[in-house]
């Protein structure tokens, strides 16, 4: 994974706005609010190479652009190696997993891998002088799977104060509750809770869940369903109103955006 940086800029923030990448939430008053600027010239964010965010997207914490799908909505702020699809609310402290200690190892610690820390480079240093050897060291292998991409689905909702590992894909329509610890993979329209986190049932009965992992709604556009009146409060009323309609349902679209287009060069300051 290669990790870019860009300068926050007028002429970024303008194309933030031109395509309705929002850097802050409205909360729950339901009433619009002017257009707010999180960010400040020459904030320094992070991206990555292959970072798309599609139009109509919030990313209202942190200094990361990571790959959101339209109308996500998120308040945390996520690891740079996250992958968003259509819909998805990420409530306030989701984070991803630290640092992961070599635990089929003998030793957990510092000492056994990284001999530049403080405390094991002053002890090493000690122990050569005092025996006047230059010791051989092998580093201990520390693999990092929470640095694996974080896959989430369309429709997902993820509640405060959850830990998502690395290398995780959480299907479609799936809820995580708050406080949760998610080690494993979560199924389409499953939620799950606690730590380690655990399937507790599915949002729909399996015909429902299965009918809506069929017609992915998210793939079309959402106006159009408010003109031919589906009514998502009601989801067999809705499966069943795709099928009759399904024609007059037009494919979205969405622009994306490519922080990559809009980097200038970083001068060392002084």
Do not use: E, Q
């Given at each position: 994974m290669r990790v870019k940086s860009i300068r926050v800029t007028p002429p970024f923030l303008k194309a933030l706005r031109d395509f309705n990448i929002f850097q802050a939430r409205t909360g729950m008053n339901k009433k619009p609010a002017p257009y707010v600027k999180r960010w400040k010239i020459g904030d320094v964010l992070?991206?990555?190479a292959d970072t798309r965010i599609e139009e109509f997207s919030t990313l209202a914490r942190g200094d990361v652009l990571w790959s959101s799908g339209a109308?996500?909505?998120?308040?945390s702020a996520m690891p740079l190696v996250t992958r968003g699809g259509r819909y998805v609310s990420i409530a306030e402290n989701v984070?991803?997993?630290?640092?992961?200690?070599?635990?089929e190892c003998v030793g957990l610690s510092s000492a056994h891998f990284n001999f530049g820390r403080e405390n094991v480079h002053a002890y090493l240093q000690a122990y050569e002088a005092q025996h006047d050897i230059?010791?051989?060291?092998?580093e201990v292998p520390t693999p990092q799977p929470n640095r694996n991409p974080i896959i989430i689905g369309n429709d997902v909702w993820i509640g405060s104060d959850v830990q998502l590992a690395g290398g995780i894909t959480i299907g479609d329509g799936a809820v995580i509750a708050s406080r949760s610890l998610v080690l494993k993979d979560v199924a389409p329209y499953s939620?799950?809770?606690g730590a380690p986190a655990v399937h507790k049932k599915y949002r729909f009965d399996p015909s429902v869940c299965e009918a809506l992992k069929e017609i992915k709604w998210w793939d079309y556009e959402l106006g159009d369903f408010y003109r031919l009146g589906f009514d998502f409060s009601k989801p067999d009323d809705f499966i069943d109103r795709f099928g009759r309609y399904h024609s007059q349902?037009?494919?979205f679209t969405p622009r994306i955006f490519h922080p990559e287009n809009y980097i200038q060069p970083i001068r060392k300051q002084g």
């Open positions: 992070k991206f990555t109308f996500t909505s998120c308040a984070k991803g997993m630290g640092f992961r200690h070599p635990i230059a010791l051989v060291k092998d939620v799950v809770a349902l037009k494919t």
